[in-house]
């Protein structure tokens, strides 16, 4: 059984999550970070000298970058499925999933924080513009490349789906104006119909 050290409420600890599900893997998490703590004890920084969530231990692997770790889970449990075996096929999932940490959560993330994180005498409205700007011109492109595929990278589900499912989430999730993206909301409505997603990304913001 896998153990996953992180809050269920992290965005990149639902990333984990939703792929064990997708799996099939039977997994134990343990409560860290945020409120819960431990993952400043010298215990944990020695799984994960970055202090931060997820951290998975899978038998004598341990890991951590929740990208990362979906493509470990996707490779050594779902090659062919989850993670393509046609290398090229491969790379371009991993491109997206590279995408969504450089990218559109690095646009994201500041609106997040302003929205969520802070009481409202706290906001800055300024930073909440400037990243729905940035972040609606990168939804633009995720737009585009599903114009003519029903997942990221093609008909089928991919490991590349899992990091921006959970950012997409987000983004139609967060209190802001939006442009509409039919081609990214018709795949989030995909995203909505599958169980693992429901259950452990379509969480209320925290």
């Not at 990362?68 to 779902?78: H, M, N, S």
């Not at 991993?94 to 929205?115: A, N």
Request: aromatic share 10%; proline share 5%.
């Amino acid at each position: 059984m896998i153990k996953i050290w992180g809050r269920k409420n992290s965005i990149n600890v639902q990333k984990v999550l939703w792929c064990c599900d997708e799996l099939g893997i039977f997994f134990e998490r343990i409560d860290a970070g945020g409120q819960f703590g431990i993952n400043n004890t010298p215990e944990y920084l020695a799984l994960n000298p970055n202090g931060l969530v997820p951290t998975i231990e899978d038998g004598d692997v341990v890991l951590w970058e929740s990208n990362t770790i979906v493509r470990y889970l996707a490779a050594k449990y779902g090659m062919g499925a989850l993670c393509p075996q046609d290398l090229a096929k491969r790379a371009e999932t991993d491109r997206w999933m590279d995408w969504q940490l450089g990218t559109l959560w690095l646009e994201l993330r500041p609106v997040f924080i302003e929205l969520i994180r802070k009481p409202p005498e706290q906001r800055h409205q300024n930073v909440i513009e400037a990243g729905c700007k940035k972040a609606s011109k990168s939804v633009a492109i995720l737009d585009s490349q599903l114009s003519k595929r029903a997942y990221i990278t093609g008909a089928a589900f991919t490991m590349g789906d899992i990091p921006l499912g959970a950012a997409i989430h987000r983004w139609f999730t967060l209190d802001i104006k939006r442009p509409s993206f039919k081609n990214v909301e018709a795949w989030y409505a995909r995203l909505q119909g599958r169980p693992a997603y429901k259950q452990h990304v379509m969480q209320p913001l925290s």
